[in-house]
């Protein structure tokens, strides 16, 4: 069983950043495929970004240039850099680990408003 916190949301003005954080338990995280998603009001649950045990990254189209995303295998965490954050980022956002199973964090709300 995997257990995923994430931290780090709140609220931001337009053009702000927040660095979300989501700590694992269990010890196959670094081998894990680990991911963000966010869901705002009304949308459907959208992949944000990703990265895989061998470092490889991925991220949506929306926010390229914009976030980073990044692990620490040593202390089980997974980070999202979110830089120059505009008002359609307002999600909840969740960590999931995509492989070798799933499993989702409870989600932290981020909220970019002036």
């Known amino acids: 069983q995997v257990q995923l916190v994430e931290s780090g949301g709140g609220l931001v003005q337009p053009g702000g950043s927040l660095r979300l954080s989501c700590a694992a338990s269990g010890s196959i995280f670094s081998i894990a495929a680990m991911g963000w998603y966010r869901q705002a009001p009304g949308k459907q649950r959208e992949l944000v970004a990703s990265?895989?045990?061998?470092?490889?990254?991925n991220y949506a189209d929306s926010v390229k240039g914009r976030f980073t995303i990044s692990r620490d295998n040593a202390k089980n965490t997974v980070y999202l850099q979110m830089n120059s954050l505009k008002p359609e980022d307002t999600a909840v956002y969740y960590c999931s680990m995509i492989w070798p199973a799933n499993y989702w964090g409870r989600g932290t709300q981020v909220t970019v408003s002036s």
């Open positions: 990265i895989s045990g061998g470092m490889i990254t």
